[in-house]
């Protein structure tokens, strides 16, 4: 039982990407991410995002893959990590041959480590 | 590794189901769901819950099985998505061979998208 | 896949201990649990911790895992369950052959619970 709670716990935590990472990245130049807000919802009700991200809803994402780009590495976020539609996302970009990650924490955790956002 | 985290996502998501499935099926009418609220807490604390849920404390779940109906497909939601009581609950209920999902987002996030609640 | 469904979910509930387990234990006296805060944060920030918790911040765990009692069960939280900083920390204890969970809930759940918190 510890070896499948251990395997469990690594590909779990394979598919996540701590947003100090992505941002420090970014600060460095020539990141490799490419953030995707992956929520259902108009901008109004959106507000805001993460600053540089691009919105493509989870609803809409298999009908666009041809436009994304495989040297990059996409990381999804949705509104909290209460929902699903992140990991959704995140299964549609690695079946289609993707790197990807889902953003550990989602917008809410971005937002309560005060981390740069924008309005949409 | 890709392929352990895609079946891990696919087993995962099969876990779940959206708020608005549920919903949608309910409105149609002649909806398979059944949706239980496993929460272990007296009426006072709840105040409320979703509206049309049978209460069934996880605590409780497992001594009212025969109460439950094999043609219906339950839909065991908690407080919020940081509990594992509907994880626990779900576990129960597959176990005995019923149909069952976590509704995903849990209580708080059927209340975040303002839909339908009831007062206990 | 209702099998796999299954499997998965005791493998990821075997990962977890509730507060309350935690709670009753230490109040019986003679407890195995030792609750390890393993925020990455100064105690300003913190503020409070769960009472009785050893801080050890996640980042300095591996570096640190001598000074660990394999005769005691770890049980380690993060700020909520939005984060996977607890499950990094899991991992970490579980290979290196500790006993641990990680907190159901997190810090947050224990919170709205009301249960025992103290300064740091």
Known sequence: MENEKIELLKTYLSLYINPMTVLQ??????????ILDVRNAPAPVKKVQIKGAQ??????LADHLGELDKSKTYVV??????TILGQQALLILLQAG????ELAGALEGWQGMNLPVENV
Do not use: E, H, I, R
């Not at 919105?55 to 809409?60: G, Q, S």
């Open 55 to 60: 919105a493509l809803a989870a609803k809409d």
């Open 77 to 82: 976020y949705d509104w909290n990590s209460g």
């Open 25 to 34: 990245s970014q600060k460095a130049g020539d990141s490799p991410y490419v």
């Open 98 to 101: 993707f790197k990807a990650f």
